[in-house]
């Protein structure tokens, strides 16, 4: 199935995916290229897609990235849809700070029932702990090594849960 790839004015994203099959209409009779073709002029009229070559590019859905993680990343590149590594390492660093700051939430909870019971050494390993999930986005080496985005998704911070 074809859908229509155009720059999305609204960050975070780059790109917007465009389904012609616009609210789930069945187009009994139509052809792909009638329902492309109808979908991008009902787009152009609205303004939602500016006018010109370089508002938009018809692609075949499976030329697309497979993987979504990354999507804030996605960009048009030539003739096709690539993924901005630099973009990705962005991305990617939100996932391990959303995660993180999960960690240091549940360290607080930790920390404060080891207040509560006066125990020192408790506090002194939570406290170091949290300092290093706090450090983590700066000492994190996102770069050595990962050239392509699903060796940047592979790379995970051990102090980190394993993701599913």
């Known amino acids: 199935m074809k859908v229509i790839m155009t720059p999305n004015p609204n960050s975070p994203y780059n790109l917007r995916k465009i389904s012609p099959a ?29 006018p ?16 979504y993680y990354f999507f804030d990343a996605w960009e048009w590149s030539g003739s096709a849809v690539s993924v901005s590594m630099e973009k990705a390492r962005a991305v990617h660093l939100t996932h391990i700070r959303r995660v993180r700051d999960e960690e240091l939430a549940k360290e607080d909870v930790t920390f404060m029932r080891a207040v509560e019971a006066g125990d020192t050494d408790a506090q002194a390993t939570i406290k170091t702990k949290k300092q290093t999930l706090r450090d983590l986005p700066a000492t994190f080496d996102i770069t050595t ?7 940047l998704k592979a790379k995970w911070p051990t102090e980190l849960p394993a993701r599913e």
Not at 145 to 151: A, L, Q, S, Y
């Open 22 to 50: 616009y609210g789930g209409q069945e187009f009994v009779g139509w052809t792909e290229d009638e329902v492309l073709q109808r979908a991008l002029a009902r787009r152009l009229a609205s303004g939602s897609i500016p």
């Open 52 to 67: 010109g070559d370089d508002g938009y590019h018809i692609v075949e859905e499976e030329d697309l990235p497979t993987d």
């Open 145 to 151: 090594g990962v050239d392509t985005p699903e060796k």
